[in-house]
C-alpha cells in the first residue's frame, strides 16, 4: 500500500472553497479501483490546516489517481487558494497489514 498525507495550508479566506472543491476529489478518489482511502483532516487548532491521507493499492494507482479528471480540477481549483505549496509525505503502511 503506498500512503501519502498531503500538508496543506490555505488562506483564510479561502477555507469554505478549498473545503467544497476539496470535498468533489475525495468522493471521485474513493471510487478509484485502487483507492483505499482518501481522508480530508482539517485541524483543530489551526482552520487554515489541512491533511490529505491517501492510501492507494499500488504506485500505479497513485499515477492513475493524478491523471483523473476529479484530480485535475481540483488541483487548477486550489492552486490560488494555497497560502505556501502543498507538501506531500509518502508512507509505508505496517498496520493494518495489507
Given at each position: 500500500?503506498?500512503?501519502?498525507?498531503?500538508?496543506?495550508?490555505?488562506?483564510?479566506?479561502?477555507?469554505?472553497?478549498?473545503?467544497?472543491?476539496?470535498?468533489k476529489n475525495h468522493r471521485?478518489?474513493?471510487?478509484?479501483?485502487?483507492?483505499?482511502?482518501?481522508?480530508?483532516?482539517?485541524?483543530?487548532?489551526?482552520?487554515?490546516?489541512?491533511?490529505l491521507y491517501e492510501v492507494?493499492?499500488?504506485?500505479?494507482?497513485?499515477?492513475?489517481?493524478?491523471?483523473?479528471?476529479?484530480?485535475?480540477?481540483?488541483?487548477?481549483?486550489?492552486?490560488?487558494?494555497?497560502?505556501?505549496?502543498?507538501q506531500g509525505n509518502k508512507?509505508?503502511?505496517?498496520?493494518?497489514?495489507?
Amino acid at each position: 500500500m503506498i500512503t501519502t498525507c498531503v500538508d496543506v495550508f490555505v488562506k483564510e479566506d479561502c477555507i469554505q472553497d478549498f473545503i467544497k472543491a476539496t470535498e468533489k476529489n475525495h468522493r471521485g478518489s474513493v471510487s478509484e479501483p485502487d483507492n483505499f482511502r482518501f481522508d480530508i483532516l482539517q485541524s483543530n487548532d489551526n482552520p487554515c490546516h489541512f491533511v490529505l491521507y491517501e492510501v492507494y493499492k499500488t504506485a500505479e494507482g497513485v499515477a492513475a489517481h493524478k491523471e483523473t479528471a476529479h484530480y485535475l480540477e481540483w488541483r487548477d481549483t486550489v492552486a490560488d487558494m494555497m497560502a505556501k505549496p502543498r507538501q506531500g509525505n509518502k508512507f509505508t503502511m505496517l498496520f493494518p497489514e495489507a
